[in-house]
């Protein structure tokens, strides 16, 4: 079963970009990233997905490059109410079923 | 407010109790998603159930069953509690069997 490596923290200041990486080493053809935001004692909240190449809405953007192996969410501007963990979640299809694979989490600390 | 309802918001139980989680899915949403987050976890996927039938199977243990019903709601099933079972357990829907998933506000567990 393939296996989503993120940062385990990341720090940063208002108004800066940020750009955080998930890799996804065996990724299927079929398969899509979606990344995700949580805030403590909540449940998780969808930011943005992607198949390949940019992907871009109104929070944020997410790359992916022509192998697929990795994946990187980018931040623009943050504010200190964007401090909460961010999941790269990988679909993954396997013999008929969605295996669903989140990665660990990347805690961001937003700093004025 | 996500559209996702989990019942109950609290649960305080003995070792070796049983307990039955519940969720109802956004209106339309087909899909019901069972993630288990222990204290400073990371999201682990449990199960996945489409229109209801079983569609991927996590790491659930075998302790743990789940079920989707006709009208769509989901029960999660865990019994021969553990203490380490202690964890918030999340439901997440959405419309098809891929894609951006909603999350509900969790149902948090304590086997004493």
């Known amino acids: 079963l393939a296996k989503t490596t993120q940062p385990i923290s990341m720090d940063s200041y208002e108004g800066q970009e940020v750009n955080i990486t998930c890799s996804h080493n065996?990724?299927?053809?079929?398969?899509?990233i979606t990344w995700y935001q949580q805030f403590p004692s909540q449940g998780p909240r969808f930011i943005i997905q992607?198949?390949?190449t940019k992907v871009t809405n109104e929070v944020a953007s997410l790359f992916i490059p022509a192998d697929r192996k990795s994946s990187t969410l980018s931040l623009p501007r943050v504010s200190l109410s964007d401090t909460a963990v961010y999941y790269c979640?990988?679909?993954?299809?396997?013999?008929?079923?969605?295996?669903?694979?989140f990665g660990a989490g990347t805690r961001l600390a937003v700093h004025p | 407010d996500s559209g996702v309802t989990q019942t109950p918001k609290h649960l305080i139980t003995a070792t070796g109790q049983r307990v039955t989680l519940r969720c109802s899915p956004r209106?339309?949403?087909?899909?019901v998603y069972w993630y288990q987050q222990s204290l400073d976890q990371g999201l682990q996927f449990l199960i996945q159930?489409?229109?209801?039938?079983?569609?991927a199977k996590g790491n659930i243990l075998e302790r743990f069953s789940a079920q989707q019903f006709p009208d769509l709601h989901s029960e999660l099933n865990l019994s021969s509690l553990e203490l380490g079972d202690s964890a918030l357990y999340f439901c997440?829907?959405?419309?098809?069997?891929?894609?951006?998933?909603?999350f509900g506000p969790g149902t948090r567990l304590t086997v004493t």
């Open positions: 209106s339309g949403d087909l899909s």
């Open positions: 979640l990988v679909g993954l299809f396997s013999g008929g079923y969605n295996k669903l694979i």
């Open positions: 159930y489409y229109n209801g039938e079983e569609r």
């Open positions: 997440a829907s959405s419309v098809g069997h891929t894609g951006e998933q909603y």
């Open positions: 065996n990724i299927a053809t079929n398969d899509y």
């Open positions: 992607g198949y390949k």
